[in-house]
């Protein structure tokens, strides 16, 4: 009967875990749907603004400018690692972490890192890595783009000032709910494209190419960040989803193969008790 008993608390204890998986699953589906549209809907605008700063940069007859910088040798890089501030998610930080591993593994430059979701760092921190120049996880409280254009002026001063060579951008790129992308994107400088986006006629610029190349640049740059925010919470969400749906199914099974068992047993102990109640009939009756 003790046997009983402990399937009988673990067909609870997976039940109840199974209750709190399947409600956790409904919850990210609600957030994802929010997080896709928002995704969905910048995507669009930062490709154009992308597009235009490409087709106006080209049309200068020097390329040269303080936020195209370039370097014969990199020397220091500075990685934003984009995590979440929540874990159940599957692999969704895992793999961030992989990505800046073999990065800092791979570069011959000093890399340092900035956290933006405590997890990726936590990790990161765990496995030896050093400590971040700075972290802003609270951003995931209230993501906004005027909340972003802070972080982004930071990283854009520091490479003014000649801290870094090169800053990138790692996070997980929205696809669809089961499927994230892990980016490695170029934040600065900014990438120079040739033989793309070249204009197709002459233009009149008000009020200048300079002046709209001044204005242009720190706001792409701001929507290239806000938007890797926003690709990583959808992809987030979805990842969530995704592993609550395969952990209530695996409850599921747990459960049912519990159930199982438990019959399996009681019938069995029905069985002995029977036997037990006619072998003492049978031996009063012999008596």
Not at 66 to 76: N, P, Y
């Amino acid at each position: 009967m003790a046997n009983l008993k402990e399937l009988r608390s673990r067909i609870t204890t997976v039940g109840s875990t199974m209750q709190i998986t399947s409600a956790m699953k409904m919850v990210s589906a609600a957030k994802l749907k929010r997080a896709q549209d928002a995704i969905t809907e910048l995507r669009p605008y930062a490709q154009k603004l992308e597009e235009i700063l490409v087709n106006v940069s080209a049309t200068l007859d020097s390329s040269e400018g303080a936020f195209s910088r370039q370097t014969e040798k990199v020397q220091k890089v500075l990685l934003v690692v984009i995590s979440s501030n929540r874990g159940l998610c599957g692999a969704f930080n895992a793999n961030i972490v992989k990505r800046v591993m073999a990065y800092q593994k791979q570069s011959t430059a000093t890399v340092d890192t900035f956290f933006m979701g405590k997890k990726g760092g936590e990790i990161l921190l765990k496995r030896g890595s050093n400590e971040p120049i700075g972290e802003r996880n609270n951003i995931y409280d209230d993501l906004s783009y005027a909340n972003t254009t802070t972080v982004a002026e930071m990283l854009m001063e520091k490479f003014l000032a000649g801290d870094y060579d090169r800053i990138e951008l790692v996070y997980n790129r929205f696809v669809n709910a089961a499927t994230q992308q892990v980016q490695c994107e170029q934040f600065l400088p900014i990438r120079e494209v040739k033989g793309e986006g070249q204009s197709s006629g002459d233009y009149i610029y008000e009020p200048g190419k300079e002046e709209i190349l001044e204005d242009l640049i720190p706001k792409s740059l701001k929507t290239q960040l806000f938007k890797s925010l926003l690709d990583s919470q959808a992809s987030e969400h979805g990842a969530r989803m995704t592993a609550m749906h395969k952990a209530t199914d695996n409850a599921q099974d747990l459960k049912r193969a519990l159930s199982l068992e438990y019959n399996k047993a009681r019938q069995a102990a029905i069985t002995n008790e029977i036997l037990e109640i006619v072998g003492g009939a049978n031996a009063l009756a012999d008596s």
